[in-house]
């Protein structure tokens, strides 16, 4: 399916044995492990975490809210079988028109907010070891983007050379790390070693530790609605700390992936965070040298599927700009992802059209595709 559109942010339901199989014998007792609660549902329990994760809920593509509401009662067994089986997904993808896919964790977004970091990099290090087998099953359409829990610099950087090594097109990046925060000078060498090893770094929603994945639906204030429209924050919070911090600055070929956060809210990010750089003026002089829109449109990619605003910006011209399903998650635009294209990219030029829609992630990923 040459030149077909890649989604940029896809996820898989990780199975049973995900962590259980592939985790160090010493975390063996304690691995995330999918159960069957009291409604005969499939859930993950993780040791640490008082929210069980019902699995129903995360393969629930294509459904309206009603039947989703049902189908998170379902056995693991009643789940799209394209969630975590490599022949089906592709079929998944040949129903959708859809020539590859980005694959992100679902079950690891949880562990994100996990604040035992040794668990927590156990676990994605079991996850990462699955996930190498379920992508090399297709390696020209599945692209796997390995996890890190960032508990030290140093094994971080050992996180990235292993995810090369298994042939990962780039790390997802907790949210919060263990020490500092991502802008301090400390990290300078991690962000070496993922412009060394072509590795962009990725930012989720709901990875960080005030974004937990587990309640991402439950708001402070009204209707759960509200929390849905606060789950882009955590997301901009790290595009600041990243922009205003000088990282780019000091590390100009870093790549950096904001995902299923959309893109239309981008230019006027973009025109404020100018607007702050010369109020804060020679302060902040002494860490950036350009304004910190030429960053963004320089280093950061942001993924979306349905965001009609997306496409009317100025940034159909750049490389900002990547489209996803989120298969098989309920915000997915599968089966359906192309008339939803149709639709929102039918005024597009046929180069603009095909940046947004494979370009830019098969250059940012280095996927030969």
Request: charged residues 20%; hydrophobic residues 40%; negative net charge.
């Amino acid at each position: 399916m040459a030149n077909a559109p890649i989604s940029a942010d896809s996820h898989i339901v990780e199975p049973p044995n995900c962590y259980v199989d592939y985790i160090e014998p010493r975390y063996r007792a304690i691995a995330p492990r999918c159960d069957v609660n009291a409604h005969g549902a499939a859930a993950y329990t993780i040791d640490g975490i008082t929210n069980p994760i019902a699995v129903g809920m995360l393969a629930a593509a294509g459904m309206t809210p009603e039947q989703v509401k049902v189908h998170k009662r379902s056995s693991f067994s009643e789940i799209t079988r394209a969630a975590w089986e490599p022949n089906e997904r592709i079929a998944a993808q040949d129903r959708d028109g859809v020539g590859g896919e980005l694959i992100f964790a679902s079950v690891g977004m949880v562990l994100c907010s996990h604040p035992d970091y040794d668990y927590k990099r156990a676990c994605m290090q079991a996850y990462n070891r699955w996930l190498a087998e379920f992508c090399g099953a297709h390696p020209t359409r599945l692209f796997g983007l390995a996890q890190t829990a960032v508990s030290s610099v140093d094994q971080a950087i050992e996180d990235f050379v292993a995810a090369k090594e298994a042939g990962m097109a780039g790390m997802m990046v907790t949210g919060t790390p263990q020490h500092e925060d991502y802008d301090h000078p400390d990290y300078d060498a991690l962000w070496e070693c993922a412009v060394d090893l072509d590795l962009p770094i990725c930012f989720h929603i709901l990875t960080s530790k005030d974004y937990d994945a587990s309640t991402a639906l439950t708001s402070p204030r009204g209707h759960s609605a509200n929390a849905f429209m606060n789950l882009i924050r955590g997301v901009q919070d790290i595009l600041g700390l990243f922009v205003f911090g000088g990282v780019f600055e000091r590390h100009p070929e870093l790549q950096m992936v904001v995902a299923e956060g959309d893109a239309g809210w981008v230019p006027h990010w973009m025109y404020r965070a100018d607007h702050a750089a010369e109020r804060w003026g020679r302060s902040m002089q002494r860490t950036i040298s350009k304004q910190p829109s030429e960053y963004v449109l320089s280093n950061v990619h942001f993924t979306f599927q349905d965001d009609k605003t997306a496409y009317e910006t100025t940034m159909v011209d750049s490389k900002c700009l990547m489209w996803a399903s989120d298969f098989p998650h309920t915000d997915s635009t599968w089966p359906h992802s192309q008339s939803v294209l149709a639709a929102q990219t039918g005024h597009l030029a046929a180069d603009q059209r095909a940046r947004a829609l494979h370009g830019n992630a098969a250059e940012v990923f280095h996927l030969g595709v």
